[in-house]
Every structure is written in C-alpha cells, then in structure tokens.
Antibody, heavy 121, light 108 residues
Framework: QLQLQESGSGLVKPSQTLSLTCAVS??????????WGWIRQPPGKGLEWLGF???????YYNRSLKSRVSMSLDVSKNEFSLRLNSVTAADTAIYYC?????????????WGRGTLVAVSS | DIQLTQSPSSLSASVGDRVTITCQAS??????LNWYQQKPGKAPKLLIY???NLKTGVPSRFSGSRSGTDFTFTISSLQPEDIATYYC??????????FGQGTRLEIK
C-alpha cells in the first residue's frame, strides 16, 4: 500500500515561492500506473485541484494558477515536488499530495496527510 | 471549464436514514466522476470512481449512479461514522479537473 508524506515550509512570505515535496513509500513511482498530483484546501473551504505529473515527467496544471505553478518528480528518490511562485494570502491552504490513477481513471486513491502552508509577512 | 453543482451544501439525517447527494455537471462528462469522503482534520478518501464503481474495501451502503449529466451518491443506511463532508470530482476535461463544492453531512 502506497504511503505519501508532504514536507516543506509551513510559512511563506507574500511574493515568495512555496515549495513542497511529497515522499512516496510502499511502492515504486513508476509501477502501478499512477501519476502524482497536488490538491489544496483553504481553511474551512473546498478542494482545489492544482495539477499532476506523469511518471515520464509531462504535467498538467490548473489553468487558474496560470504560470505560477510547476511540478517535478525524482523517481530515484521516490518523491515529487510542487512549486508555486508569487504567493499571496489567497494561497494559504492545506496542501495535499495524492496518487492520480491508476492509468486513465483519474481518481485520487492515496493521499498524504496534508501540510498547512500559511502566506504571511 | 466544466462546472459541478453539488447539492445540498449541507444536510442533517438520522442514523438508518437513506441519504442522497447530487452532483450536476455543466456538460457531458460521460462516467468520469468520482466521490470522496472527508472527515474533519483528515485527507479525503476515495469511495466511488467512474460514477458507479465502489472502491475495494468501502462499505456496500455507499453507492453511485448516473443519469446523463446528473450524478447521485447514496448512503443506504446512515451510520454515525459517516459524518463527513462529501465531494464529487470530474476528470472528463483534463487538465480542467474540478471538484464540487462539497456536502456537509451531520447526524440529527
């Protein structure tokens, strides 16, 4: 059974870059047919899809984030990452990593526990 | 972008009741809709994928159905541990993947 764990800075200043990493254990990032995604949830609000990255490295992002978001993965380390540039208070949220799949069924089967990121000076 | 309109936004029901939540898509998304349960302080949990398929290990009191662009999530007999917020999610239009607004379920 796959396990995911987010890590990164819990406090980011406005206009700076949010960086998070998701460590994957219990299986290979290239087996099982999964892609790797990020979702966030502002405190007390609903879920927002940020994007996902295929094992081969191609990625899809939420268009509402425009060019601020990027994702990468390092299969040798069994981890993938999220970067969100030029953050504002509106980016304050719990950030989750999750598996996307398997294959063409884009469901979110395995989740990390989430990490709260606050944007504040 | 495809919009999902989830209703009701909240509901209160008694143990043993049949509970229904709906999710209406703004256009045809075929069967590409999933349902999640999120308990307070926890990550969401996948319950149903592709509109009607129950994820392995999920109790059979949970079910999903589809009629055109209208999707229904049902709990056949509400249990106390079902207190949670439920979300639908569509993926017909990658990369425009979206969630419904959520339905908060409480026990009377």
């Amino acid at each position: 059974q796959l396990q995911l764990q987010e890590s990164g800075s819990g406090l980011v200043k406005p206009s700076q870059t949010l960086s998070l990493t998701c460590a994957v254990s219990g299986g290979s990032m290239t087996g099982g047919g999964y892609s790797w995604g990020w979702i966030r949830q502002p405190p007390g609000k609903g879920l927002e899809w940020l994007g996902f990255i295929y094992p081969g490295g191609s990625s899809y992002y939420n268009r509402s984030l425009k060019s601020r978001v990027s994702m990468s993965l390092d299969v040798s380390k069994n981890e993938f990452s999220l970067r969100l540039n030029s953050v504002t208070a509106a980016d304050t949220a719990i950030y989750y990593c999750a598996t996307v799949g398997p294959y063409q069924v884009l469901s979110l089967e395995y989740w990390g526990r989430g990490t709260l990121v606050a944007v504040s000076s | 972008d495809i919009q999902l309109t989830q209703s009701p936004s909240s509901l209160s029901a008694s143990v043993g009741d049949r509970v229904t939540i709906t999710c209406q898509a703004s256009q045809d998304i075929r069967v590409y809709l999933n349902w999640y349960q999120q308990k307070p302080g926890k990550a969401p949990k996948l319950l149903i994928y592709d509109a009607t398929n129950l994820k392995t290990g999920v109790p059979s009191r949970f079910s999903g159905s589809r009629s055109g662009t209208d999707f229904t999530f049902t709990i056949s007999s509400l249990q106390p541990e079902d207190i949670a917020t439920y979300y639908c999610q569509q993926y017909d239009n990658v990369p425009s993947i979206t969630f419904g607004q959520g339905t908060r379920l409480e026990i009377k």
